[in-house]
């Protein structure tokens, strides 16, 4: 998160965007929310389609535990950017922790489509269904998440902890050799 701080996209629309999107962010920094609101707002007025201002002002909007509001900004970007997984990860997280875990299987499965390959979204679908109680589908999304990417531990250890979980213990070790 720290080089959002530091530097803005190069699709900025304009200079004035960019002012306002950085007088946002360091209002934030200032823990002036209202003013973040303003600066986001009016720089949306003026470019009310630009995807990475919408899910930049979502990203504050979840870290203020705003989840209503952040996912209506996380769908907005996702309409503008549907092929970003890094937008489609953002949206489910918010979607996950506002506790609406069938949209954020629904919207995963769709992102899935674009992103057949990238083991994040399957990782985070496995979680998804591990919170949904359904550890089968889990186990599967986790497993094929590591074929994708065998370095990548959040999976295995999501693995490791479903199968410590229901007495694969096992299986967990094996994981880890």
């Known amino acids: 998160m720290l080089r959002e701080f530091l530097s803005l996209p190069e ?3 304009s200079g004035s965007v960019r002012a306002l999107v950085e007088s946002a962010r360091q209002a934030y920094l200032a823990g002036k929310f209202l003013e973040m609101d303003l600066s986001f ?3 949306l007025g003026d470019c009310p389609s630009a995807h990475w201002i919408h899910n930049e002002y979502a990203s504050y909007l979840r870290k203020t535990r705003r989840l209503p509001e952040a996912i209506v900004h996380y769908f907005k970007a996702h309409e503008g950017e549907p092929r970003s997984a890094d937008i489609l990860l953002n949206l489910v997280l ?3 922790a506002a506790g ?12 899935l489509e674009y992103n057949t390959s990238n083991a994040r979204l399957w ?4 979680s998804c269904h591990r919170d949904g109680n359904h550890l089968e589908r889990a186990q599967t999304c986790f497993r094929h998440a590591i074929e994708l990417n ?3 531990l959040v999976a295995t250890n999501n693995l490791a902890n479903l199968l410590q979980g229901i007495g694969e213990y ?8």
């Open 11 to 13: 699709t900025a629309e």
């Open 170 to 177: 096992d299986g967990a070790v094996r994981l880890f050799e």
């Open 94 to 96: 918010a979607l996950r």
């Open 41 to 43: 707002t009016q720089a």
């Open 100 to 111: 609406d875990l069938p949209r954020a299987i629904e919207v995963l499965n769709k992102g």
């Open 150 to 152: 065998p370095e990548y």
């Open 123 to 126: 990782n985070q679908l496995g």
